[in-house]
């Protein structure tokens, strides 16, 4: 089995259990209804978030998605449920809260979640400028990661990336995807990715950690048959940059080993790493610029202020004092919950110029 499917296995029965109080106490709200009635409901959310993963695994089926995605919106829902209602009894405590407040007051989650949901399924193009010795020209990179090609994003997100980039082929040179270009959450079948076939501009993917959770053999046959370039532990050269691809460490605690050997002296040396670590180790080896996602910059709030405290560089484009950048996308897709509100699903073009 694989770490993804032993998580949701464990975390499953917590899972329901939240799920019953949670669901109690809205209730409440409108008068209460049966525990056993309840317990039942509970379950049943919990078989939706379970039972689809095991068929998923082997074969993405229409089915499958739909119920994956309804998962994911629903824990989403969750979230905000919980909030609300803690919120909405902390009041109570002090003052009584009309029943019409009360209705208005949960229906701000159904609200927000069709922006959040809108917003996810929203590609927007951003560009950031990098401004590097060495460059022989001007040149322009689609940075993107966490595409999470799976039971909740399917087919459609490749689709919809290869249009964007399809439009950027004029005044764009390269594509970087910094990982989890595959969920783990549904197989991968040899032509998922054959969208990327219709894009000019060369694509480069080093895999993450999501890419290994079911068959990362799949995942790199179907990135093959795209015409997409795997870097893993490998690099490739374009014009004056040099690109390498440094395997995801599943060691949370250690560098991965990058051979120094892979550096090119007169080149950009450009490192893409799934993760935003080891960025002034890896600019002490040599490496000009480090590009990452991984961390969705949080996704949602108020996932975001946790992303913020975990990660030392969250989202955004980073310089030291050395000249050295470390780039941090929020990333394309998202993983099992396809809601986003504060962050957006994105490509970024990143220019880069000649120092002055």
Known sequence: MSFRTLRVIFITPFYMIFQFFLLKYIFLLFGGVNNLDLAKLAIVVGLFHLVPMFFEAKKSTVLGRVVSTIDGVWMWGSMMFFIDIVAIYLIKMFVEIPFPLICLLLAIVPILGLYNYYNAHNLVVKERVLELNKLSRDINIVHL??????SVRHRPIIRQISEKLKLLEDECDLVVISGDLADGSSAVEKDDFSAFQDVKIPIIFTPGNHDFYLEIENVIEACKNAGVIVLDNKRAEFECLNIVGASYS??????PDVNESLIRPGFVNIINYHV???WEEFSSLGFDVQLSGHTHGGQFYPVIFFAELIFKYNMGLFKSDSGKY???????GSMDIPMRWGTNSELVILRLKKSR
């Open 326 to 332: 470390l780039h941090v996308t929020t990333g394309v």
């Open 276 to 278: 935003p670590y080891f």
């Open 250 to 255: 599943f060691d949370d605690n250690g560098m």
């Open 145 to 150: 990661s966490d595409v999470h090609f799976g």
